[in-house]
């Protein structure tokens, strides 16, 4: 069977969410097999959004996603069964938290069916197959959810955020092994997050997103050569891609030096920010003042129960 070219296209994609607001404006995305990339935004610039769109957990009507040539939303069970997708979510679920043996949950997701990822996978992530899941911690929980997720060989990998709270051994040993499995079988990945170290040579893609428009969307491996002095073969590269290029230039001897995206990410963000505006200069900005009725009518006196549920289990 040939595969599309493509592992990852949107065309024009956009979504709004019940109350009107905006969270995901007019994007067009082609990531090819191969891919590792890298979504960087600031809070709420819509990279959940997007990676459960690409997901197919929330329809959109306007415009269009492929995951490898086949639609998640409709009839697309070829699409969703290729992906998988990983948030932090799985772990406030109730099930991983009771007196359940951690052999059993990998299990149920096939654990005997590919025994050599399982094993590698459990070695990789440290998973002690003794625990139980209501004795381990979040970050324990967390491994476990990777183990699981990462059993079945997928072909397009969405995780938002779940490294966050893996210690710096499992998340190095983690991203190596994720960047081994694009390098080895035909599968991509999109990986939001707000932690940056240790991604200086990961990302083959980087995607900045802002209030659900992306604003950029380097080739990073062509700008490290563009970097290394083969500035002509972009002759055909648009203005603010070269602008881009630019500014990748004079980051690089730092991303290079530290291994870490943050210097870039850190100026993508403090941009985002100058050009939103602080929360304080925004006139439309609702007062707190002018949310008090709203507030006494919602809580009604003293005995309200949040009020109650807050005071007591109140730490300090
Ligand atoms: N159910 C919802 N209804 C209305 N707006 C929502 C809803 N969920 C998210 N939003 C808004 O959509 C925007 C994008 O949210 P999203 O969760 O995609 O951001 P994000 O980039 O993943 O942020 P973070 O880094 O904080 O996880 C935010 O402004 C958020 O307030």
Avoid at 124 to 153: A, F, T
Avoid at 285 to 308: A, C, H, M, N, P
Wanted: overall charge neutral; glycine content about 8%.
């Amino acid at each position: 069977m040939t595969t599309p070219t493509l592992a990852i296209a949107t065309n024009h994609l956009s979504y709004k969410y019940a109350n009107g607001s905006t969270g995901l404006a007019d994007i067009t995305l082609q990531l090819p097999w191969g891919t590792r990339t890298l979504l960087i935004g600031s809070n709420g610039a819509g990279k959940s959004t997007l990676l459960k769109l690409l997901a197919g957990k929330t329809l959109s009507s306007i415009g269009e996603v492929l995951i490898g040539g086949h639609d998640p939303f409709r009839g697309g069970s070829d699409a969703t069964h290729i992906t998988t997708y990983l948030g932090t979510e799985w772990a406030s679920n109730p099930i991983v938290r009771r007196d359940i043996p951690v052999t059993v949950l990998i299990d149920s997701v096939g654990g005997s069916v590919f025994p050599e990822r399982r094993d590698l996978l459990v070695k990789l992530l440290d998973v002690d197959l003794r625990w139980r899941m209501h004795q381990v911690s979040d970050g324990e929980r967390r491994r476990v959810q990777l183990v699981m997720g990462l059993l079945k060989p997928w072909k397009v990998l969405l995780l938002d955020e779940v490294t966050v709270d893996l210690d710096v051994q499992v998340r190095y040993e983690l991203l190596d092994f994720l960047k081994q499995e694009t390098e080895e079988r035909e599968c991509s990945i999109i990986y939001a997050t707000h932690i940056f170290d240790g991604l200086g040579n990961w990302p083959t893609n980087v995607v900045h997103i802002q209030a659900g428009r992306v604003l950029k969307n380097l080739d990073y491996q062509k700008d490290i050569s563009f970097v290394d002095g083969s500035a002509d073969e972009k002759n055909g590269s648009s203005g603010d891609l070269q602008e881009s290029f630019k500014f990748i230039n004079e980051q690089q001897l730092l991303i290079n030096k530290i291994k870490s995206l943050h210097p870039l990410a850190l100026d993508w963000l403090v941009n985002d920010l100058s050009s939103r505006g602080t929360r304080v200069e925004d006139k439309n900005r609702v007062k707190w003042d002018d949310l008090k009725s709203q507030l006494e009518k919602f809580y009604d006196g003293s005995s309200d129960r949040i009020t109650e549920y807050f005071k007591r289990n109140r730490t300090s």
